[in-house]
């Protein structure tokens, strides 16, 4: 429990807060395409499904989630999104592919760690 605590502090003590003022239109089109390919529109089909949401497309305090950590990215550094969210871990290649930012599950999140951990990066 002690070293948790120390980690959480480590990580307090190292926040940044900002305010965002992003547009989330790049992300409503990307959702957009997707609708155009089979596979990828009965993904949303089946999120729709499970979420119990009108539409296929996601909600849009998540398409501005995903604008705000575009906003974060920059160029040369990578950005690791955590979530646990469909709309984000079932389009993770696609995302990163066309964003930059990289979606990582909160389930695979302890493997993440230990890799980092091993390549000598700070966590």
Request: aromatic letters at 6%; proline letters at 2%.
């Amino acid at each position: 429990m002690a070293k948790c605590r120390g980690r959480l502090k480590d990580l307090w003590d190292r926040l940044d807060i900002r305010t965002l003022k992003c547009d989330a239109t790049a992300v409503k089109m990307f959702y957009q395409a997707l609708l155009k390919d089979p596979p990828s529109k009965a993904k949303l089909e089946k999120l729709k499904k499970n979420k119990g949401r009108k539409g296929l497309m996601p909600e849009d305090s998540d398409m501005s989630i995903l604008s705000e950590a575009m906003t974060l990215k920059s160029n040369n550094a990578d950005l690791h999104f955590i979530s646990k969210d469909g709309d984000f871990t079932c389009f993770a290649n696609e995302i990163e592919d066309r964003f930059g930012v990289k979606i990582l599950a909160v389930q695979d999140l302890i493997q993440f760690t230990i890799k980092l951990e091993s390549s000598g990066s700070q966590v």
